[in-house]
């Protein structure tokens, strides 16, 4: 049997190729180094020298999101039609689509929501939603005092299908009358999973709903099927990079080459609440000194806080303090546990230096 010369070259390298393997089996050495090794910087520093980046192509970029608020008519015109705004491109979509319903919606109620955070609670949304909607039917008087006189059950006892009836209801059948969403990233860790996608597409194809909404993941239309990006959705995409950093989004997202630190907790704790009303921050105060003043409890009792926030004149019922907490636990400053006995009481995950640091850090 002859065995040309591309044969034979080619014999020649299979052949080394695995002496080399053979050889370099028994050579190599497994390295002890392990991740934890690694000297990881503090959280805090290293968000503050990423702050001090200078930003580069301003002009550019300023130029940039000038063109998109030339669209700002368009995309009202389109809301009123029906569809529903997807934003999608590279940067932070956040400031731009909140620009546009300061100044483009005003005339519609509009209600956000931040997809970014961890968890989100789709009921306490769409019950807000509801009595938002009802409360700006009964401004604009287009509902009947009969159609009021029968809404005796408070939408916070009522199930999902009936809220999302009130939303997809008969009254204000005008195309000028809608509730806009806002959802910050609707591809975000909290509202990724299908269920919550199968109520987000519920509450859009509601008529008196329109939703503006903004995705980061390459991946993100593989959470919809055909009829919710169609129908239900009825998306309009728009492509808007605008190369704006993610602060606001990345600040609930530990850095990959740092470990958190107590300033930092402290830190990304006051600047959410400082995003809430003063009455908020009070009864947060309430509850945290109560936490530090008593550290062998487990937390503070319901009914404590909300006796303690009525004196203070900070809540007039059970249902403001309610909504302050809803707040509280998406923001995941505060969570619920039950004591020994039975009773369900409130508390702040912090350590009670980063609990001392954040309370300075509000009272100033």
């Not at 999101?65 to 997807?86: A, D, H, I, M, P």
């Not at 931040?114 to 609670?121: A, D, K, R, V, W």
């Not at 009021?148 to 059950?153: D, E, G, L, N, S």
Request: aromatic share 10%; with cysteine; hydrophobic share 40%.
């Amino acid at each position: 049997m002859e065995i040309n010369d591309g044969d034979e070259e080619e014999f020649g390298f299979s052949r080394n190729y695995f002496l080399a393997k053979d050889l370099g089996s028994t050579s190599i050495k497994k390295s002890t180094r392990k991740i934890s090794d690694i000297d990881l910087v503090d959280e805090q520093e290293l968000r503050e020298a990423a702050a001090n980046i200078e930003p580069k192509h301003e002009k550019e970029i300023i130029a940039l999101t000038n063109s998109y608020k030339k669209l700002y008519s368009r995309w009202v015109f389109e809301l009123r039609c029906g569809f529903g705004l997807l934003m999608y491109g590279f940067g932070s979509k956040k400031v731009l689509i909140e620009d546009f319903a300061s100044t483009a919606l005003t005339e519609y109620p509009v209600v956000v929501i931040n997809g970014y955070l961890q968890s989100i609670n789709l009921k306490q949304v769409i019950i807000a939603l509801a009595e938002l909607w009802w409360d700006h039917l009964k401004t604009k008087r287009k509902i009947s005092s009969s159609a009021v006189a029968k809404v005796q059950q408070p939408f916070s006892s009522r199930s999902m299908d009936d809220l999302l009836a009130v939303l997809d209801g008969s009254q204000g059948e005008e195309n000028d009358s809608f509730l806009c969403v806002v959802i910050h990233n609707i591809d975000g860790p909290g509202l990724r999973d299908s269920e919550s996608q199968q109520y987000l597409a519920r509450i859009a194809s509601c008529s008196h709903i329109r939703i503006v909404a903004s995705i980061d993941h390459v991946n993100t239309p593989l959470l919809w099927d055909k009829k919710m990006v169609h129908t239900q959705f009825n998306w309009y995409w728009y492509h808007v990079p605008t190369f704006a950093p993610y602060k606001v989004e990345g600040m609930f997202f530990p850095l990959i080459l740092a470990h958190s630190s107590t300033a930092q907790s402290a830190k990304t704790a006051a600047i959410v609440l400082q995003s809430l009303t003063p009455n908020a921050q009070s009864v947060f105060k309430i509850l945290a000194e109560y936490q530090l003043s008593h550290p062998e409890e487990e937390g503070m009792p319901l009914d404590n806080l909300y006796t303690v926030s009525r004196e203070r004149f900070l809540v007039s019922s059970q249902v403001t303090l309610n909504s302050h907490l809803t707040e509280f636990k998406d923001h995941e400053l505060v969570k619920t546990r039950r004591r020994n006995d039975g009773q369900d009481c409130l508390y702040i995950p912090l350590t009670v230096d980063a609990l001392e640091k954040l309370l300075s850090e509000i009272s100033q």
